[in-house]
């Protein structure tokens, strides 16, 4: 007769505990390497964003400039901040931003008591584990929030299905790709007693460690067979690779992101990038900077677009200066742009002279009519 090694009964060790645990967060790594991949992504785009501040139309660096580029408060930089707001904000749907003294501190948790017609007021905020008691008004502080329905929310509840199918799919592989075997016995031995205590004390523990280590021998008795049989289905690992990659999918949709990026593979950057900044990056910007002027400023101090503050993601595409020289050129030569904003463009410093901020202008770009009249002349 035969015995199959699942009939090896024993006790799952602690370790072994661990995994089996480990098999199964595999099946959750996916999708958090997907949303890591994602939020990662818009959180160093905007951190590589300047945050412009105008008084007048021109340009400041005044406190929240310093607050909102270099420093927020006493514990983060400026990057590290923006990445726990992007964060938060891609998990949760909403991010509230609590300033206190000139400097801005993520909320981690807080609600919401809903005025119709009148300011929302914020209660039970907590800020790096300390519970603020002081209720804020919402022209107090910086709520921003993405559309109702939360994209982190959303592919929790969609990737429930995937993983009932994704774990379907690895424990079929796994079956189908492990080794089995049996053991066949002398027919005299099936109802020998003695024997039969013999193989509960001995032989499953022998079969066991010879089963499972990478190098072992096994004692063959006589009268004894240890047999493989084959565990292979023709099961393959493309079930699990197709899954893994709708997964990626489903998130790339989710946040507007081009699937190229999620996996890395990015053949055409410059075409993909404006994909990136058009459909995701651009309008995070936009809510940015809208929240972020409305509660620095009323209807008169905004003074019909004078005092504002704006994400500028116009430094988000790598240059080389050799590469865009003749544009350079083109922009001060037709009066576009100063030599300084040029060079703020290319992540090169300002020059801050006079002749720097001037705008200059070629003849190649003179009035038409003038042009003729210095040919009729001629």
Known sequence: MGFLTDWLNRTVSDAEMETVKGKLAEVLYYKELALYIAKSYIANTISKCEFLV?????????????????????????????????????????????????????????????KPMHENVFTGISVEGLQIPKHYKAS???????????????????????????????????????????????????????????????????????????????????GTDLQVVSGSTGVTSTDVIQLRKEVFEVVAQAFKIPLPM?????????????????????????????????????????????????????????????????????????GVASIDEVRRVLDMPALGTEFSQKHWITKNYSDVSSSLHEGVEA
């Not at 929240?64 to 400026?78: D, G, H, W």
């Not at 019909?304 to 790598?318: A, C, L, M, P, Q």
């Open 54 to 114: 105008y008084e007048n139309g021109k340009e400041v660096k005044n406190e929240l400039y310093y607050a909102l580029n270099v420093s927020p408060n006493y514990n983060q930089n400026s990057s590290q901040f923006l990445h726990q707001l992007v964060s938060t904000l891609y998990d949760k749907s909403e991010t509230l931003v609590v300033p206190k003294a000139n400097r801005l501190y993520v909320a981690e948790s807080f609600a919401v008591d809903q």
């Open 140 to 222: 107090d502080v910086f709520y921003f929030k993405l559309d109702d329905v939360g994209v982190k929310k959303q592919i929790d509840g969609l990737y429930a299905t995937y993983q009932q199918l994704l774990s379907c799919a690895v424990a079929s592989y796994r079956r189908g790709n492990g080794q089995k075997y049996k053991l066949v016995l002398d027919n005299a031995k099936a109802g020998d007693q003695k024997f039969a205590e013999q193989f509960n004390t001995s032989i499953k523990e022998q079969l066991r460690t010879f089963i499972e280590s990478d190098s072992a021998i096994y004692p063959q008795y006589r």
């Open 262 to 334: 999620m996996y890395g593979n990015i053949t055409n950057m410059q075409e993909i990038v404006k994909v990136y900044l058009s459909f995701c990056i651009d309008p995070l910007a936009d809510m940015l900077s809208e929240e972020l002027t409305r509660k620095t400023n009323t209807f008169k101090t905004w003074n019909g677009g004078k005092n504002y503050v704006k994400v500028d993601t116009s430094r988000i595409n790598h240059f080389d200066i050799l590469d865009v020289a003749d544009k350079a050129d083109k922009l001060v030569a037709s």
